[in-house]
């Protein structure tokens, strides 16, 4: 390995461990601050492609190899224990995290449109988002009670600007898209969504529980396909009598090309589909330079057809709406 891509791939988690683990997971910042010094896990890393040297990858991996939670004096014994199961892990999986928490932040531009709707998300993994109307969400000055007493309630702290919603939206069709589905019904799937959540989030751990439970009553239908080429063909699928939502949260940065998340953007604002999109702001720096500063790192911008809406929780914790 050259001294630059051992640079690379240290930064990389040391970024990790300041900006997304230092205060949401504690173990998980000693957990990659360990890798970022290690010799062996280093040179593990190299091994791999750099698009599947992910932190979260990496973790939730070993974590999945070793059976638990681990220690960082745990990490290199495991690696090498396990290097041939961790590999298979990082080169078959990925960080389909599919947080339905994140209905939360969804709902109040959903409930500004013309119901019913039909649904289409782009990176749906199990299609856990796919499903705001089976879910309760408390936003501390108003409550949308579950629909039934086994589905989760999501907390969201709103801003005095967002235009809560009263209930929950009426979704007529439903859709997902995804390059490897995940199925609702596979206890294999689900351990590894489970696994995802990163230690010192239980309450997502739960939350995340109960919306499977959800959708294992009625799965959504998700089709594998690449949204940069088969999102048309998707969608033509969809009822054209009823407003047609494309939605996706934290899934364009995972297209590396500017150019190729650019030509999407184009694509949805010329089609007749409403767009919502809630990504990190890097993400679309034409539609985020018309936002006003975030209320603090890690935000996510909220946009529908390109027009900022709010600040959003990547969790869907919080919601600051700014919009008129």
């Known amino acids: 390995m050259s001294d630059d891509e051992w640079n690379a791939i240290a930064r990389r988690y040391r970024r990790f461990a300041a900006s997304e683990a230092h205060d949401v997971s504690p173990l998980y910042e000693q957990l990659a601050l360990k890798i970022a010094e290690s010799t062996a896990l280093l040179a593990f890393l190299q091994t791999l492609p750099d698009e599947r040297r992910q932190p979260n990858l990496f973790l939730a991996a070993i974590r999945d190899a070793a059976g638990g939670i681990l220690t960082p004096d745990d990490l290199e014994p495991s690696v090498r224990r396990f290097a041939t199961r961790i590999r298979d892990i990082m080169v078959t999986r990925t960080t389909q995290t599919n947080e339905p928490a994140r209905c939360a932040v969804l709902l109040p531009a959903l409930a500004r449109l013309q119901q019913p709707l039909a649904l289409l998300e782009i990176g749906a993994s199990a299609g856990l988002c796919l499903l705001p109307d089976r879910y309760g969400y408390d936003y501390g000055r108003h409550r949308i009670a579950p629909p039934s007493d086994s589905a989760p309630v999501f907390n ?87 407003p047609r939502v494309v939605f996706h949260t934290a899934v364009l940065a995972y297209i590396p ?48 057809n390109g027009k900022p809406l709010a600040w959003t929780d990547p969790h869907g914790r919080s919601i600051d709406w700014f919009a008129a």
């Open 156 to 242: 969201c702290v709103a801003n005095a600007a967002t235009p809560l919603p009263h209930r929950q939206p009426d979704i007529a069709w439903r859709c997902g898209l995804d390059l490897n589905p995940l199925d609702v019904k596979s206890p294999t799937d689900m351990a590894w969504l489970e696994t995802l959540v990163w230690p010192g989030q239980e309450q997502r751990a739960v939350n995340l529980h109960a919306a499977i439970e959800v959708a294992r009553t009625d799965p959504p239908t998700i089709r594998q396909g690449n949204l940069l080429t088969d999102l048309a063909r998707v969608l033509a699928d969809a009822p054209e009598n009823i």
């Open 257 to 304: 090309s500017q150019a190729d998340r650019d030509a999407f953007a184009q694509a949805m604002l010329a089609s007749d589909a409403i767009w919502i999109s809630n990504e990190a702001p890097s993400v679309f720096p034409q539609f985020a330079k018309d936002a006003p500063p975030p209320p603090g790192v890690r935000h996510f911008l909220l946009a529908m």
